[in-house]
């Protein structure tokens, strides 16, 4: 348990002398209170008179991850000695002969204490908390801006949707009147008809029945020439009857009328094709805030790097070994390499091959991945089996899983050239433009040096926790900080004529290969001091590429030449 996380801390001298006190004070390095007599006593000690004691209150106003920090490795009980940046984690030299023998970059923390305090570091860090602050109170704005909208657009579309059924139930009120009228009118047209017929029949009626009573009457009471004539005549009122009863059809009250009600299609789709009275949908257009900083290369970890504690005379190289990467079906061109995690070595056979090549440290095949029509340009190593591949003229970064032999991504850039892993971000220098961060959580790029002079097919890249290096216009170094910094440039066509590859090790001391010169350069941390380290004798003018691990030095030859060197 922290300290912090009790009322009451005791004083460890007094308690380990089985007497309770009441601490004043705490001493992080021996991570323990102290009462004020013990601290007088802890602070003329030579063993702990550099510690730095703070009050037991401004202890515990610390949080309380911070409280939690050991001072010793758990696992050895021995003191942090070094810090390794690829595993981000505190080493004791125990830590170091078990699990970092193969990690670069480390340095001691006691360098790193000294600065860590430094007002540069936390500034940045106030200024990057300060930032984040506030674009989040414009962001929160913003949004309760966007709400009170919502609200309004909210009501509006009440309103919109009350008064389009009102117009609706209107409309279909005047439909309504306007097709009953048409009924009623309909109706009583056919009425007339049928009635006006009726009427016709029955005046024939009566004339039937006056013309069968005089029939009658003739036929019983009339005298024999009155029966005669009087048929004759009865005869002839009766066929005109028949013509008339005949003709009866004719009239239109005689047709079977029917009133039949069609509601138009248009009408009958509400209740069939009209699902909906509308939708209500949701439309999103590009925020007018934008999420930025001062400087987006604050998104890079801020991280001390002790000053270099070699001299560039004390460094030394001896011949390894070599071996030659794997031939493909056509003539090797090999342009860029990394070294895995396990010290497998990838190679890009760039022009005629168009694949990727897998080696182990003794030049064996591991695997072969093939990446036709396109040209691998320039290799880094993500992990133990990723990697990130540019490419020479299709202008995209290929992300690759070797295992699966997948590319599982490809991000469009400019004419991008060397590149280089750092952090979850890829660098990488591209034509005409500068040098480009490009962040893998979220693929957001951005520029990190803008260097328009980059015009060198050949132009390399490389960096440790605090800088990047690279080479531009043939015969040109270049260094500069995480932050875009300038810190120096070297140009000497004497020493380094047509400079490609570069490295760095773990004292921040820079290797390029020149290829004019046939040799590799050795330049100090700070860029003032050469030497040539590997000379004509091992490399040739088609020597291209470089890296560093594990104090080995490889040069790789664009024929396909791996030649492995010792740093002493």
Same mark, same amino acid.
């Given at each position: 348990m922290a300290a912090s996380d009790v009322d009451v801390i005791l004083c460890g001298i007094c308690d380990a002398q089985h007497v309770s006190h009441v601490a004043d004070y705490w001493c992080p390095e021996c991570d323990e209170g102290l009462c004020s007599p013990c601290k007088n006593y802890h602070g003329v000690s030579k063993a702990s008179r550099q510690h730095g004691i703070i009050s037991i209150d401004d202890y515990k106003k610390l949080p309380a991850e911070i409280c939690k920090i050991e001072q010793n490795c758990t696992e050895h009980d021995k003191k942090f000695q070094m810090f390794c940046p690829r595993h981000d984690k505190l080493c004791c030299i125990m830590c170091i002969s078990e699990k970092h023998k193969e990690c670069t970059g480390m340095f001691l923390i006691d360098e790193a204490i000294k600065s860590s305090r430094s007002s540069t570091l936390f500034d940045s860090l106030e200024k990057s908390l300060k930032?984040?602050?506030?674009?989040?109170?414009?962001?929160?704005?913003?949004?309760? %801006?966007?709400?009170?909208?919502?609200?309004?657009?909210?009501?509006?579309?009440?309103?919109?949707?009350?008064?389009?059924?009102?117009?609706?139930?209107?409309?279909?009120?005047?439909?309504?009147?306007?097709?009953?009228?048409?009924?009623?009118?309909?109706?009583?047209?056919?009425?007339?008809?049928?009635?006006?017929?009726?009427?016709?029949?029955?005046?024939?009626?009566?004339?039937?029945?006056?013309?069968? %009573?005089?029939?009658?009457?003739?036929?019983?009471?009339?005298?024999?020439?009155?029966?005669?004539?009087?048929?004759?005549?009865?005869?002839?009122?009766?066929?005109?009857?028949?013509?008339?009863?005949?003709?009866?059809?004719?009239?239109?009250?005689?047709?079977?009328?029917?009133?039949?009600?069609?509601?138009?299609?248009?009408?009958?789709?509400?209740?069939?094709?009209?699902?909906?009275?509308?939708?209500?949908?949701?439309?999103?257009?590009?925020?007018?805030?934008?999420?930025?900083?001062?400087?987006?290369?604050?998104?890079?970890?801020?991280?001390?790097? $002790?000053?270099?504690?070699?001299?560039?005379?004390?460094?030394?190289?001896? $011949?390894?070994?070599?071996?030659?990467?794997?031939?493909?079906?056509?003539?090797?061109?090999?342009?860029?390499?990394?070294?895995? $995690?396990?010290?497998?070595?990838?190679?890009?056979?760039?022009?005629?091959?168009?694949?990727?090549?897998?080696?182990?440290?003794?030049?064996?095949?591991?695997?072969?991945?093939?990446?036709? $029509?396109?040209?691998?340009?320039?290799?880094?190593?993500?992990?133990?089996?990723?990697?990130?591949?540019?490419?020479?003229?299709?202008?995209?970064?290929?992300?690759?899983?070797?295992?699966?032999?997948?590319?599982?991504?490809?991000?469009?850039?400019?004419?991008?050239?060397?590149?280089?892993?750092?952090?979850?971000?890829?660098?990488?220098?591209?034509?005409?433009?500068?040098?480009?961060?490009?962040?893998?959580?979220?693929?957001?790029?951005?520029?990190?040096?803008?260097?328009?002079?980059?015009?060198?097919?050949w132009s390399y890249i490389t960096a440790t926790e605090a800088n990047l290096y690279y080479t531009s216009e043939a015969d040109t170094v270049k260094c500069y900080s995480l932050k875009g910094d300038k810190l120096w440039e070297y140009k000497n066509d004497s020493i380094m004529r047509d400079a490609t590859g570069i490295a760095v090790d773990q004292w921040a001391m820079i290797y390029v290969t020149s290829k004019k010169n046939k040799c590799v350069v050795l330049l100090s941390s700070d860029g003032k001091h050469e030497r040539t380290m590997v000379t004509e004798k091992e490399v040739t003018e088609n020597s291209l590429v470089v890296n560093i691990r594990s104090n080995k030095l490889t040069v790789v030859n664009y024929n396909g030449n791996v030649l492995q060197f010792n740093i002493e």
């Open positions: 930032e984040i602050k506030e674009n989040l109170e414009r962001v929160v704005k913003d949004r309760e %801006a966007n709400l009170v909208v919502i609200k309004q657009q909210h009501l509006r579309s009440l309103n919109d949707i009350k008064d389009t059924k009102q117009k609706i139930n209107s409309r279909l009120d005047e439909l309504e009147k306007h097709i009953l009228d048409n009924l009623n009118i309909t109706k009583e047209e056919v009425k007339l008809k049928i009635n006006t017929l009726l009427n016709k029949l029955s005046e024939k009626m009566k004339t039937i029945e006056l013309l069968k %009573a005089n029939l009658m009457i003739v036929k019983e009471h009339g005298s024999d020439l009155q029966a005669f004539v009087g048929s004759k005549m009865l005869e002839k009122d009766i066929n005109k009857e028949l013509n008339n009863i005949q003709n009866i059809s004719e009239d239109e009250g005689f047709s079977q009328l029917r009133l039949k009600c069609n509601i138009d299609d248009k009408i009958k789709d509400i209740l069939s094709e009209v699902t909906a009275f509308g939708s209500i949908t949701i439309e999103k257009s590009q925020s007018s805030i934008v999420i930025g900083f001062e400087q987006e290369k604050q998104a890079q970890i801020f991280s001390v790097v $002790p000053p270099s504690t070699r001299l560039i005379d004390d460094i030394t190289v001896s $011949p390894s070994g070599n071996f030659k990467v794997p031939a493909g079906k056509r003539d090797t061109y090999i342009t860029g390499s990394s070294v895995f $995690p396990d010290g497998r070595m990838i190679f890009s056979d760039c022009f005629d091959n168009n694949r990727l090549v897998v080696a182990y440290i003794d030049g064996t095949l591991d695997t072969e991945i093939p990446l036709s $029509p396109l040209y691998p340009f320039d290799v880094t190593c993500i992990d133990d089996k990723t990697v990130a591949v540019t490419t020479f003229s299709d202008n995209k970064i290929l992300i690759v899983d070797t295992k699966t032999k997948h590319v599982s991504n490809t991000i469009k850039t400019g004419s991008c050239r060397g590149i280089t892993y750092r952090q979850g971000q890829l660098l990488y220098c591209e034509k005409r433009n500068g040098i480009i961060a490009l962040q893998l959580s979220n693929y957001k790029v951005f520029t990190l040096v803008k260097d328009d002079t980059i015009h060198s097919d």
